[in-house]
């Protein structure tokens, strides 16, 4: 999956990124109650327009990405002096309060979340083929404190379609892979995209656990 992945961005094949912010993200964002400065988990998040619109509304962003593309092409997008450092296995880099850590996912540990509160997928389970998917939902429960909340958005192909990525994955999965640690909640499945017959489902996460006062 990952040379897949970052053959598409030095191809340019990226049909999966939006030119605007995801209507669902300000359509069911704020009702997640999730409190100002809160700062937001964004895996696989190529160059997504939404962490921008997270930010302004006082959220501090920590993206993950495996193609140095995206992000580069992120930060050349977007406005303000970017400072660069290296963590590890990461390449770092910080435009306003967007952080983009450039690098596998999975090499992303507990130790480098510490600040971590929330979370927005609309990128990443979609981009996972189905052997990968467990483990990434396992993964990111690790990094996030109990009480954190977050939206996932899936995707639903037309039946039959069965090709990827972003690959197709129904209500069904989505409660497998992350009840376990998870309170799910179904917010909205949208209209088909004309076109595609993809439709995508938005879901609430809480996680589980007992809360820290």
């Known amino acids: 999956m990952d040379n897949q992945w970052?053959?598409?961005w030095r191809e340019g094949r990226i049909g999966f990124h939006r030119e605007a912010v995801h209507p669902s993200l300000k359509?069911?964002?704020?009702?997640?109650?999730?409190?100002?400065?809160t700062k937001v988990l964004v895996p696989l998040c190529g160059k997504s327009l939404d962490m921008r619109w997270l930010a302004s509304h006082d959220h501090p962003v920590l993206g993950i990405e495996l193609a140095e593309t995206a992000v580069e092409q992120f930060l050349a997008e977007g406005v303000g002096e970017v400072s660069r450092y290296h963590h590890d296995s990461f390449a770092v880099c910080r435009q306003g309060s967007v952080?983009?850590?450039?690098?596998?996912?999975?090499h992303f540990h507990i130790q480098q979340a510490a600040e971590l509160g929330a979370f927005?997928?609309?990128?990443a389970l979609i981009a996972l083929p189905e052997a990968t998917r467990q483990r990434y939902a396992f993964h990111l429960a690790q990094l996030l404190p109990p009480g954190a909340r977050g939206l996932l958005i899936s995707l639903i192909r037309a039946p039959g379609?069965?090709?990827?990525?972003?690959y197709s994955v129904d209500a069904d999965e989505v409660e497998?892979?992350?009840?376990?640690?998870?309170?799910?909640r179904h917010l909205e499945d949208g209209d088909p995209e004309p076109g595609s017959g993809f439709r995508e489902s938005v879901w609430a996460l809480t996680r589980r656990g007992?809360?820290?006062e």
């Open 120 to 123: 927005y997928d609309r990128g």
């Open 176 to 184: 497998t892979l992350f009840s376990p640690n998870f309170e799910l």
């Open 161 to 166: 379609d069965q090709g990827g990525p972003p």
């Open 6 to 8: 970052l053959q598409r």
């Open 27 to 37: 359509r069911h964002w704020p009702g997640l109650g999730i409190q100002a400065g």
């Open 99 to 106: 952080e983009l850590w450039c690098g596998d996912f999975f």
């Open 210 to 212: 007992p809360k820290v």
